[in-house]
T-cell receptor, first 115, second 115 residues
Framework: EAQVTQNPRYLITVTGKKLTVTCSQNMNHEYMSWYRQDPGLGLRQIYYSMNVEVTDKGDVPEGYKVSRKEKRNFPLILESPSPNQTSLYFC??????????????FGPGTRLTVL | AQTVTQSQPEMSVQEAETVTLSCTYDTSESNYYLFWYKQPPSRQMILVIRQEAYKQQNATENRFSVNFQKAAKSFSLKISDSQLGDTAMYFCAFTTDNYGQNFVFGPGTRLSVLP
């Protein structure tokens, strides 16, 4: 089954404790992206990757890191989480055509709470 | 900046009735894709419908159809014969053909289908 998986689905942590949210897709998509969803703000892009070893900042990259060492994986790293990073996080992937992304396929979401 | 506006934060409709959700966007690009995504209480992001900007014909998917007005930069979603399972948050989004261009979402419209 074609899908995007994220782990963990739920995470409660404390300020300053490094964490990683994993994301994996099995559709051989070039493009992958991370979003955070907050009430009234819709989805805001954190980072995206057009292909292996190619990543770029989205609209709200502060406090986050990503890496793209393999095509299928795109982990999101919070080196020193803070309470304002409490949010619902989505990973997504998309095929590309001459650099243009198309339909985004989303993972199930990760609910992160930073105390 | 490229933006998406959804002017109706909340809407409700009686079961079996028809409802239209509004979306306007702003971009200087001429070629782009437009999307409506549905997020039910499960939080999963589900693609509802997709429209290519260079196609004049409005996209349809079963009970879902769009009214795409390119000159007005308007992309409304019509849901016919509303069902209880249509209760969800609906997000309008678009992506352009610029290399690496972000996928931009609106803030969402919460739709409640009433029995």
């Amino acid at each position: 089954e074609a899908q995007v998986t994220q782990n963990p689905r739920y995470l409660i942590t404390v300020t300053g404790k490094k964490l990683t949210v994993t994301c994996s897709q099995n559709m051989n998509h070039e493009y992958m992206s991370w979003y955070r969803q907050d009430p009234g703000l819709g989805l805001r892009q954190i980072y995206y990757s057009m292909n292996v070893e190619v990543t770029d900042k989205g609209d709200v990259p502060e406090g986050y890191k990503v890496s793209r060492k393999e095509k299928r994986n795109f982990p999101l790293i919070l080196e020193s989480p803070s309470p304002n990073q409490t949010s619902l996080y989505f990973c997504a992937s998309s095929p590309t055509d001459r650099g243009r992304t198309d339909t985004q396929y989303f993972g199930p979401g990760t609910r992160l709470t930073v105390l | 900046a490229q933006t998406v506006t959804q002017s109706q934060p909340e809407m409700s409709v009686q079961e079996a009735e028809t409802v239209t959700l509004s979306c306007t966007y702003d971009t200087s690009e001429s070629n782009y894709y437009l999307f409506w995504y549905k997020q039910p209480p499960s939080r999963q992001m589900i693609l509802v419908i997709r429209q290519e900007a260079y196609k004049q014909q409005n996209a349809t998917e079963n009970r879902f159809s769009v009214n795409f007005q390119k000159a007005a930069k308007s992309f409304s979603l019509k849901i016919s014969d509303s069902q209880l399972g249509d209760t969800a948050m609906y997000f309008c989004a678009f992506t352009t053909d610029n290399y690496g261009q972000n996928f931009v979402f609106g803030p969402g419209t919460r739709l409640s289908v009433l029995p």
